[in-house]
């Protein structure tokens, strides 16, 4: 059973979502925040396995939320899935360099948002290839060092040729089976490859590894592979 909890400063949303989690079999609402604060707070008293994080909530907005709960021993296993009304909404990068594990617009269909908490709920993240990549290409321009407890991108030094190639489709947005597709591998030795990566890089999760091959020059602006990549 999937716990999740949902953040939203509006109580209509919060309400829509609730029935919307709570008519799936597999998983159900353990609590409901209108700030911040109120989700930290309820992440710990719900151990949630996912929080639906709106981004601009008062007290303590949807990303410092989610820096503290990365940052959180205690929560190591919750991991929080950004909710936003636009696709180009500019503090969608913030947030994944805060910890979080991937971004949904609120106006996705039911089945789809579903889908979203399954897919972070099992420790993947939950990042569609244009809109994503888009983001992260035109905010990691600014001066900015890595997320807090990601991987650093000289780090990438310690993989592999295979191991980049991997690691620059999953910037991408590919997900294992489609990375398998591209380079000719089983699903199995794609889902390895990732998992080693993460492994090497201390990466949190996908998302960290998309913002690592950004920052490193691995994949350029555009969706093309870098120098050396």
């Known amino acids: 059973m999937i716990r999740v909890l949902l953040a939203d400063d509006q109580t209509l949303v919060r309400e829509a979502f609730a029935m919307l989690v709570d008519s799936a079999p597999d998983m159900r609402v353990v609590g409901q925040a209108a700030t911040g604060r109120e989700a930290m707070a309820a992440a710990r008293a719900g151990r949630a396995d996912v929080v639906l994080m709106d981004i601009r909530m008062p007290d303590l907005d949807g990303i410092e939320a989610t820096r503290l709960i990365a940052a959180d021993d205690g929560l190591a296993g919750v991991r929080v899935l950004v909710l936003t009304t636009y696709d180009t909404d500019d503090h969608v990068v913030p947030a994944l360099r805060a910890g979080a594990s991937g971004f949904l617009v609120k106006d996705t269909r039911p089945a789809d948002l579903l889908d979203a908490i399954r897919t972070v709920a099992a420790g993947e993240a939950l990042l569609s290839p244009g809109p994503t990549a888009r983001l992260i290409a035109r905010v990691l321009r600014l001066p900015e060092g890595p997320p807090p407890g990601g991987p650093a991108p000289e780090r990438l030094a310690a993989l592999s040729e295979r191991e980049r190639q991997v690691l620059a489709l999953v910037a991408?947005?590919?997900?294992?089976?489609?990375?398998?597709?591209?380079?000719?591998?089983?699903?199995?030795?794609?889902?390895?490859?990732?998992?080693?990566?993460?492994?090497?890089?201390?990466?949190?999760?996908?998302?960290?590894?998309?913002?690592?091959?950004?920052?490193?020059?691995?994949?350029?602006?555009?969706?093309?592979?870098?120098?050396?990549?």
């Open 172 to 229: 991408r947005g590919l997900n294992n089976t489609e990375v398998a597709e591209a380079l000719g591998l089983s699903p199995l030795t794609a889902k390895t490859h990732v998992s080693r990566i993460m492994g090497k890089l201390g990466a949190r999760d996908r998302a960290q590894l998309v913002i690592a091959a950004y920052e490193s020059g691995l994949v350029a602006p555009g969706g093309t592979a870098g120098p050396g990549g």
